[in-house]
C-alpha cells in the first residue's frame, strides 16, 4: 500500500498531518512518503488531483482525505496493511528530527566557540598558538555539523527514499564530538597522539553519515504488477 502526504512548509496543519502519519509509517507495512508540493513530484500530484487545498491524503493514487485527521481514521484507512517489520529505515518529513536539530545547534555552539576563541586570544587576523584550535571549532565543528544537520533533514526530501535511523545519528553524533574534544585537548596540551585520535574519530563519523546517506542518494526500485523499476531514474 502506497501512501503520499502532500504537504507544504508553510502549512501549519501539515506537521500535524505527518505526525499522525509518522506514527502510522512505524505501525504498518507501507509505502510512504511526505511530498512537498514545491518539488516536481508534489506539483504533479496537484495538477493530477486538481487539488486546492493541503495537507492531503494520497492512497494508491487515490485522493483518500485533506485536512488534519486523527490517528483512528488513519488507521482504518490503512487496516489492510500487515503490521510494520522493525527497521532502522525512515522516511524523512518537513518537521526537523530531533537529531537533526541538536547538528544544527551544535554548529552553532562550534562556531561561537571558535569565534570567541580567536577574539579573546587576538589571533582573528593574525596567528598564534591557539588559532588552529579556534579554526578548527569554526570549520570542521561548524561546517561539519551544519552538513549532517542539514544534509539528513534535506537530501531525504529531495528524492523520497529512507535514511538510517535508529542508534546510526547518535552514533555519528558522539564519534564527532568526541573527536572535536581530543582534536582540540590534545592540541593544546601537546598530546599528538590524542590529535591524532580526534582526527580518527571524526573521519569515523564521515563514515557513519556516509553510510545512512548512502540509500537515499539512489533511485528506490518499486515493485509494481510483479516487475520492478526505478524511480527518480534515467
Not at 486546492?52 to 489492510?80: F, S
Not at 552514533?171 to 573527536?179: D, E, R, V
Request: aromatic share 8%; hydrophobic share 55%; net charge positive.
Amino acid at each position: 500500500m502506497k501512501v503520499e502526504l502532500l504537504v507544504s512548509e508553510w502549512c501549519a496543519s501539515c506537521h500535524q498531518e505527518e505526525k499522525v502519519w509518522q506514527q502510522i509509517a512505524k505501525e504498518k507495512q507501507i509505502e510512504f512518503a511526505v511530498v512537498d508540493m514545491a518539488q516536481p513530484e508534489g506539483r504533479a500530484l496537484v495538477s493530477r488531483l486538481r487539488l486546492k487545498t493541503i495537507p492531503a491524503v494520497v492512497i494508491d493514487d487515490e485522493l483518500k482525505g485533506l485536512g488534519v485527521h486523527t490517528l483512528a481514521v488513519a488507521r482504518e484507512w490503512v487496516a489492510a496493511a500487515p503490521a510494520k517489520v522493525q527497521t532502522e529505515m525512515q522516511n524523512a518529513g518537513i518537521a526537523l528530527s530531533l537529531d537533526n536539530r541538536l547538528f544544527i545547534v551544535a554548529a552553532m555552539v562550534y562556531l561561537l566557540l571558535g569565534g570567541i576563541g580567536l577574539l579573546v586570544n587576538g589571533t582573528l587576523l593574525s596567528d598564534g598558538p591557539t588559532r588552529p584550535v579556534a579554526l578548527h571549532l569554526v570549520t570542521v565543528g561548524f561546517m561539519l555539523m551544519l552538513v549532517y544537520g542539514l544534509g539528513a533533514h534535506m537530501l531525504p526530501r529531495f528524492t523520497a527514499n529512507p535514511i538510517r535511523m535508529g542508534r546510526w545519528p547518535w552514533l555519528q553524533m558522539g564519534l564527532a564530538h568526541a573527536g572535536m574534544i581530543a582534536y582540540a585537548t590534545g592540541f593544546l596540551a601537546g598530546w599528538y597522539a590524542v590529535i591524532v585520535a580526534g582526527g580518527i574519530l571524526i573521519w569515523l563519523s564521515i563514515c557513519v553519515f556516509t553510510w545512512r546517506i548512502w540509500p537515499v542518494l539512489w533511485p528506490r526500485p518499486v515493485k509494481r504488477d510483479g516487475m520492478v523499476i526505478r524511480i527518480h531514474g534515467h
